[in-house]
């Protein structure tokens, strides 16, 4: 296994996301599978991994309660567990104290050693900013100061300057912060420009998603072939894996595993470090070239579009948002960051005028697409 250095702490360079765990029958909202959860951190700690990721509502509050006795089989000073505050909720800013108790009961832990602020996004900024209400951070970092919270980080899905916000507030007493990426995203969610801020803040990379949800395991058959003529002895998952430990700055990658076959795979890429070259990264940024041309909108954000809309509409930010939307085939990005606009700010805004579309040099109907984005929200 791979190890990276956090402070004195030896972390395996690849954790366990608990996100997508195996459930009986294969449905999404159906009971974990206990029993195959256990063989998979069996197995995992056998091979040297130590970080094992959860959350508040990952399987509705299950995830913390079975990766928590699957853990307890082993010595506490074998792995490390993180957990997070779940403010991908509105409801539950003000709660931080019981939310956080409840977690430790769950996860039947006398303390968490990694602890985020979770999904810091366009949603909930506001909610995160404001102390005087909800004390969010003033609760966790006392819940630091007394040990019950070893180290505090954030993860964010939000855009650059929501983290720099965040960042600017209170990156004093954070350690680590935790970012969308993978060579997809290097681009297309910005994910190189915000390695960089992370690092103007000194603050190591947590990867999540580094296979975008599956999206990265499986590409089409002349993508693959390109890889494997670079390198035949490495499967399509490993790719994405590889590109997250040729990145400076990258401490952890969680990748979450769905089965034991998968949790396996996962860790043969992790036995030794293969960085990619120059020539590989760049076979890699083709292939998200072609992906994004497959599925997104041309958009270049020159903004003539939005100086000729009468509802005022960021357009070009919207076409993002939907290209985004379109890219993982739904998912929650695109509506918490639609959420968070004004209701006159929205797609449902357009009225399909079409005065941007007669200034579009891309030719980009854009109309067609805030009304199909409408559609793709509700």
């Given at each position: 296994?791979?190890?990276?250095?956090?402070?004195?702490?030896?972390?395996?360079?690849?954790?366990?996301?608990?996100?997508?765990?195996?459930?009986?029958?294969?449905?999404?909202?159906?009971?974990?599978?206990?029993?195959?959860?256990?063989?998979?951190?069996?197995?995992?700690?056998?091979?040297?991994?130590?970080?094992?990721?959860?959350?508040?509502?990952?399987?509705?509050?299950?995830?913390?309660?079975?990766?928590?006795?699957?853990?307890?089989?082993?010595?506490?000073?074998?792995?490390?567990?993180?957990?997070?505050?779940?403010?991908?909720?509105?409801?539950?800013?003000?709660?931080?104290?019981?939310?956080?108790?409840?977690?430790?009961?769950?996860?039947?832990?006398?303390?968490?050693?990694?602890?985020?602020?979770?999904?810091?996004?366009?949603?909930?900024?506001?909610?995160?900013?404001?102390?005087?209400?909800?004390?969010?951070?003033?609760?966790?970092?006392?819940?630091?100061?007394?040990?019950?919270?070893?180290?505090?980080?954030?993860?964010?899905?939000?855009?650059?300057?929501?983290?720099?916000?965040?960042?600017?507030?209170?990156?004093?007493?954070?350690?680590?912060?935790?970012?969308?990426?993978?060579?997809?995203?290097?681009?297309?969610?910005?994910?190189?420009?915000?390695?960089?801020?992370?690092?103007?803040?000194?603050?190591?990379?947590?990867?999540?998603?580094?296979?975008?949800?599956?999206?990265?395991?499986?590409?089409?058959?002349?993508?693959?072939?390109?890889?494997?003529?670079?390198?035949?002895?490495?499967?399509?998952?490993?790719?994405?894996?590889?590109?997250?430990?040729?990145?400076?700055?990258?401490?952890?990658?969680?990748?979450?595993?769905?089965?034991?076959?998968?949790?396996?795979?996962?860790?043969?890429?992790?036995?030794?470090?293969?960085?990619?070259?120059?020539?590989?990264?760049?076979?890699?940024?083709?292939?998200?070239?072609?992906?994004?041309?497959?599925t997104a909108l041309p958009c270049t954000a020159c903004r003539y579009c939005a100086d000729h809309c009468p509802q005022g509409l960021?357009?070009?930010?919207?076409?993002?948002l939907y290209n985004e939307h379109c890219s993982t085939v739904s998912g929650f990005i695109a509506p918490m960051a639609v959420a968070?606009?004004?209701?006159?700010?929205?797609?449902?805004?357009?009225?399909?005028?079409?005065?941007?579309?007669?200034?579009?040099?891309?030719?980009?109907?854009?109309?067609?697409?805030?009304?199909?984005?409408?559609?793709?929200?509700?």
């Open positions: 296994m791979i190890y990276n250095d956090f402070g004195d702490i030896k972390l395996s360079a690849l954790g366990l996301g608990t996100m997508r765990l195996p459930t009986v029958g294969g449905e999404w909202d159906a009971p974990i599978d206990e029993a195959e959860v256990g063989k998979m951190v069996d197995y995992a700690i056998a091979q040297g991994v130590n970080y094992f990721d959860t959350a508040w509502g990952y399987h509705s509050g299950q995830s913390e309660v079975v990766i928590g006795r699957a853990l307890a089989k082993h010595p506490r000073d074998t792995w490390y567990l993180a957990n997070k505050f779940p403010g991908y909720d509105l409801a539950n800013f003000g709660k931080a104290e019981p939310i956080f108790e409840e977690q430790l009961k769950r996860c039947g832990v006398e303390y968490f050693d990694f602890y985020l602020f979770h999904n810091v996004c366009e949603m909930n900024i506001e909610s995160y900013m404001d102390e005087e209400t909800y004390g969010t951070y003033e609760y966790l970092v006392k819940q630091h100061e007394a040990g019950r919270i070893k180290h505090l980080g954030f993860s964010a899905h939000g855009s650059y300057d929501v983290m720099k916000r965040f960042l600017d507030a209170y990156g004093e007493k954070l350690e680590f912060g935790q970012i969308q990426l993978n060579y997809l995203d290097w681009t297309f969610q910005k994910a190189k420009d915000k390695i960089e801020l992370l690092d103007e803040y000194h603050l190591p990379v947590w990867v999540m998603e580094p296979m975008r949800g599956g999206q990265l395991a499986a590409l089409p058959d002349e993508d693959a072939a390109i890889l494997k003529a670079l390198r035949p002895d490495e499967t399509v998952p490993a790719w994405a894996l590889r590109f997250q430990q040729s990145l400076p700055g990258v401490t952890l990658s969680l990748s979450g595993a769905s089965s034991y076959e998968q949790i396996r795979e996962n860790i043969t890429s992790y036995k030794e470090r293969k960085p990619l070259n120059k020539a590989e990264m760049d076979a890699l940024q083709g292939i998200a070239d072609r992906i994004m041309k497959r960021d357009i070009p930010m919207l076409i993002g968070a606009l004004p209701e006159g700010k929205r797609p449902g805004a357009c009225a399909a005028c079409k005065s941007c579309e007669a200034v579009c040099p891309q030719q980009i109907r854009i109309s067609e697409a805030m009304a199909d984005f409408v559609t793709k929200l509700n």
